[in-house]
Nanobody
Framework: QVQLVESGGGLVQPGESLRLSCVAS????????MSWYRQAPGKERELVAS???????NYEASVKGRFTISRDNAKNTVYLQMNSLKPEDTAVYYC?????????WGKGTLVTVSS
């Protein structure tokens, strides 16, 4: 049974940091490109950051320099370190694993940035 379980969300003030984690099970994690998406209220889901099997990464323009995606294949876990958070980063953050035609999603973790 495939599972992606996100954690680490919460309420923070602008300028603070959070680290999201996503633990995967039920598939060969090391074969999959892993990504973080987010969906803000009333908006479409958007790609935030991706990390490929070889470790190369890419980021959505508004988070470059503030967010860092990483993976630990030994722990079947992908992380998203989020620094200098802004109110516009408020969203539900989803973990995604993709390989060939397969794509798996977690249920999301809520990040709220507010003073």
């Amino acid at each position: 049974q495939v599972q992606l379980v996100e954690s680490g969300g919460g309420l923070v003030q602008p300028g603070e940091s959070l680290r999201l984690s996503c633990v995967a099970s039920g598939f060969t994690f090391s074969l999959y490109a892993m990504s973080w998406y987010r969906q803000a209220p009333g908006k479409e889901r958007e790609l935030v950051a991706s990390i490929r099997t070889g470790g190369s990464t890419n980021y959505e323009a508004s988070v470059k320099g503030r967010f860092t995606i990483s993976r630990d294949n030994a722990k079947n876990t992908v992380y998203l370190q989020m620094n200098s958070l802004k109110p516009e980063d408020t969203a539900v953050y989803y973990c995604n694993g993709a390989w060939s035609v397969r794509s798996y999603w977690g249920k999301g973790t809520l990040v709220t940035v507010s003073s």
